[in-house]
């Protein structure tokens, strides 16, 4: 069936309605109905094309990439500057379509020679009995047997004077010309790319000169012919370089086959279903495609691009990996010790064929930080995961602490029979993932180690591992409040230029207690967690390997030229549990408290290793606000925010909105933050900020530690990895990062 269809429950209806577009709505409609029951929906399928195109250019980061030479390279499109464009949709035949708005179109140009075309000849010529057959054989042709290129009219040489070099093909199948063979004296091999190259340096031409005649730079490409196919798009690029000489790209979209399904869903709209329950998807969509599910009631749907966020995420399409996981005998290459699936050669095995959803969560709640500089050309991620040599130091880093993630899942579940099934199932779940994506980087869009590390997060969810350190964060969290009333006495007996060095120490000296950083682990072994608060502390020598605290100090605490600067709220980024916020943050909110700033304790929506979240930190803070009046009453003089649901003096959205202390949800539930998608409650919350400051590897280091505000900005962090030290700052294990950035 041709069409791309999505199903619903029809409102007030016990009948099941498919929204269908493309041929196969129209040719199978009876069919459906006779066999199954089911009603199908019409819907135009241009209208279809382009609502589909437009909703994942706006709604999905780094959908459009460039391919070239087998590289990919991902464009952030400004989606309020997004037209005009022309789509050329390869399907059977080629529409070219110019797209000036939402539902603004104009079909200008198109050609009967496509991938029909590809597959109708191919079959003729090949024997090949369906299209990814042919496109296989592609792969391992040499076109150079069949096509007549320049060299070859013009003795080996180039025909420079016109610019053409001698490998250029001067007439696909031309050598079949001058050659005394039958069909069976070719390879299929080399049949199949002679074809494959022809259709698509004809389909770029043509696209090219359309948008030369409409004086268009952004060509995207979509439809079934393309198939994630590699050649295909490095053809079709070539071909639009070399007519354009460069002044213009091919672009293409990730998810290029699902155009119309994507618009048939959109489609609801028209017809006032703005309260649509979307029921299931019909189709099982391959690897990074849409799938929308679970019985999700979304906002009005018109409103999609407008009020609410999409994130992508990549998850199993359930839990059916249940069976024990053999260990990998030693001396194989399983990552981190756990046999996982191959998708080289032959076809991928059962359980990793499970990963091949893509999923799209409505998330009405996120937003971009409005305190980003530039947030067109931000970019979370400090460490460039196109490097292959910085993808498998950090694969092996994720894979070597998998077997001791898994342990502490387990136990977080009591140790169960169905615990240790769920733990192997996660452990082949995301070595599955992390053998995937080192064969193909890209595969789910631009990689950086914050996605690895969401990931990560994501397919503990999904085995139901909703927080694996549960516990040890609980007993840190008791050891730690159990001797800060002796830290805030140590404090207060201090002259304030001296308190306030002190506090920094002590942030950065209990940042050392991570449980995703393998040195940190190795150090509880070799005492307890205030033996080694304090051993931190007391190493903590400037200078720092990056170590602006003399500014800091300066802008806090003024200079003989210059007054003291006074925050009005200030946004504490928090990292850990335990010694980390209640030994190094809460007493550095506390310091902002006491000079009359407002703080905002900013912290992990959802459990991510020992990350303290929005939902544990109000308990912390009541607990150590028995031990100090100035804790006891910021945190009185107004209730804590929690997450969405809780509400701060009516609206946490309302921009008069003052209380000395409290808690937001970020939004997330990773070690890293990408502040392109920030939960509103944050955004609200800073918009009065004029102080930012973020701790903790994750936060400061793995990502933002580039990050550029409007507003002041401290990023405070210990280096628990020694490639990160050498890499990011020249610097070695446990250097500290105190790096002040004022506000432009």
């Not at 609502?51 to 250019?57: H, I, Q, R």
């Not at 091919?250 to 006032?272: D, I």
């Not at 939902?615 to 009046?629: F, G, R, S, T, Y």
């Not at 209380?659 to 997330?668: A, D, F, K």
Request: negative net charge; charged residues 25%.
């Amino acid at each position: 069936m041709d069409s791309q269809h999505w199903q619903s429950e029809g409102p007030n209806t016990g009948n099941t309605v498919i929204k269908a577009t493309g041929g196969g709505a129209h040719k199978y409609a009876d069919l459906f109905k006779e066999r199954l029951g089911i009603s199908i929906e019409k819907e135009d399928e241009m209208d279809c094309l382009v609502a589909g195109a437009n909703f994942l250019l706006k709604a999905i980061r780094h959908e459009a990439f460039t391919h070239m030479e087998g590289q990919k390279g991902f464009v952030q499109i400004d989606q309020n500057d997004l037209f005009p464009y022309l789509l050329v949709n390869i399907g059977s035949g080629v529409s070219i379509i110019k797209v000036d708005g939402d539902g603004q179109f104009e079909r200008v140009s198109g050609t009967n020679v496509g991938g029909g075309t590809y597959w109708g000849l191919g079959r003729l010529l090949t024997k090949c009995k369906s299209f990814d057959e042919l496109l296989e054989l592609s792969q391992r042709g040499d076109n150079r047997t069949i096509d007549m290129l320049v060299g070859d009219i013009y003795g080996g040489m180039d025909y420079s004077k016109i610019g053409l070099s001698a490998s250029t093909i001067a007439s696909s199948f031309g050598k079949a010309i001058s050659e005394n063979k039958e069909l069976e004296d070719y390879r299929p091999e080399d049949i199949s790319l002679s074809l494959l190259r022809m259709i698509s340096y004809n389909i770029g031409q043509i696209s090219y000169l359309n948008a030369l005649r409409f004086g268009l730079k952004r060509i995207f490409f979509g439809g079934f012919f393309i198939r994630g196919h590699a050649y295909t798009m490095d053809t079709i690029s070539f071909a639009v370089q070399f007519w354009s000489k460069g002044q213009a790209q091919a672009m293409f979209l990730r998810h290029e086959g699902f155009l119309g399904a994507l618009g048939a869903f959109m489609s609801y709209e028209k017809h006032g279903l703005d309260d649509l329950m979307v029921h299931q998807l019909v189709e099982r969509f391959p690897m990074g495609a849409p799938y929308i599910g679970g019985n999700v009631r979304g906002p009005p749907l018109g409103d999609l691009n407008e009020k609410i966020s999409w994130m992508e995420k990549f998850v199993m399409k359930g839990t059916e990996i249940t069976a024990p996981v053999p260990m990998s005998p030693p001396g194989t290459t399983g990552l981190g010790g756990f046999e996982v699936p191959s998708s080289k050669g032959d076809a991928l095995r059962p359980d990793a064929s499970n990963l091949n959803v893509g999923v799209l969560h409505l998330v009405p709640s996120l937003e971009v930080f409005p305190l980003l500089a530039d947030p067109k050309t931000y970019e979370p991620n400090t460490i460039d995961l196109s490097d292959h040599g910085e993808l498998e130091y950090w694969f092996t880093v994720l894979s070597e602490h998998m077997p001791g993630l898994v342990d502490r899942a387990v136990a977080s579940e009591g140790g169960t029979d169905d615990a240790k099934r769920r733990g192997d199932a996660f452990a082949r779940a995301f070595s599955a993932h992390l053998t995937r994506l080192m064969e193909e980087p890209a595969a789910y869009g631009k990689l950086g180690l914050a996605n690895l590390l969401e990931l990560r997060e994501e397919c503990l969810r999904e085995f139901h591992f909703l927080d694996a350190y549960r516990s040890i964060k609980q007993r840190e969290n008791e050891a730690s409040l159990a001797v800060l009333p002796d830290l805030l006495l140590e404090l207060d007996s201090m002259d304030e230029e001296t308190r306030l060095l002190t506090l920094i120490e002590g942030v950065l000296a209990a940042n050392i207690f991570d449980w995703g950083s393998r040195a940190c682990v190795d150090l509880y072994h070799k005492g307890t967690i205030i033996e080694i608060y304090r051993m931190s502390r007391n190493k903590m020598q400037r200078p720092w390997r990056v170590d602006d605290f003399d500014i800091f100090k300066e802008r806090m605490l003024g200079s003989a030229e210059k007054k003291p600067h006074s925050y009005k709220r200030a946004l504490l980024f928090v990292d850990n549990s335990g010694a980390d916020i209640v030994l190094g943050m809460l007493p550095l909110a506390r310091e902002l408290l006491r000079r009359g700033t407002e703080v905002v304790l900013v912290a992990n929506s959802l459990p991510a290793l020992n990350d303290v979240t929005a939902l544990e930190l109000p308990d912390i803070v009541a607990e150590a606000a028995k031990h100090c009046d100035i804790l006891r009453g910021a945190a009185e003089a107004g209730c804590l925010l929690v997450d969405a649901m809780i509400n701060i003096q009516d609206s946490p959205r309302e921009s008069s909105l003052s209380v000395p202390l409290m808690v937001v949800e970020n939004g997330c539930g990773s070690p890293c933050i990408d502040l392109r998608q920030v939960s509103s409650e944050l955004a609200a919350a800073a918009k009065d900020a004029d102080l930012i400051i973020l701790e903790g590897m994750g936060r400061a280091l793995h990502t933002n530690f580039n990050a550029k505000f409007k507003c002041d900005a401290l990023k405070l962090a210990m280096v628990k990895n020694q490639r990160l030290a050498a890499k990011l700052i020249n610097g070695n294990l446990y250097d500290c990062v105190c790096r002040f950035e004022a506000a432009n």
